[in-house]
């Protein structure tokens, strides 16, 4: 199984007329039987917010997964933690 490249990726929305200050954390991590699991966090900023983790059979596919919710994230408003907004 190759190994992805993927590291965490922390993403941050602040809308302040909204009162919104949201954060969605991807991460990809191996499984005790040989697969991949994408373990998505999200929530209000200073909560622990809600776990979904998937479980795939290759990293391949948990790989695809985390660029699309990349992708969608960002149009959503979504930046980067480390980006200044």
Same mark, same amino acid.
């Given at each position: 199984? %190759?190994?992805l490249?993927l &590291?965490p990726?922390h993403? $941050?929305r602040?809308?302040? #007329?909204?009162n919104m ?8 991590? %191996?499984?005790l039987?040989? &697969?991949?699991?994408l373990? $998505?966090?999200?929530?209000? #900023?200073?909560?622990?917010?809600q776990?979904l983790?998937?479980?795939f059979?290759?990293s391949?596919?948990? &790989?695809?997964?985390?660029?699309r919710?990349?992708r969608t ?7 980067s933690a480390?980006?200044?907004?």
């Amino acid at each position: 199984m %190759p190994n992805l490249i993927l &590291g965490p990726l922390h993403l $941050r929305r602040f809308e302040a #007329i909204r009162n919104m200050r949201r954060f969605y954390l991807l991460s990809i991590q %191996p499984t005790l039987f040989g &697969g991949v699991s994408l373990i $998505r966090n999200w929530g209000r #900023i200073g909560t622990s917010g809600q776990v979904l983790m998937r479980t795939f059979e290759d990293s391949a596919g948990a &790989g695809e997964a985390f660029g699309r919710l990349e992708r969608t994230k960002r149009r959503c408003g979504y930046a980067s933690a480390e980006e200044k907004v």
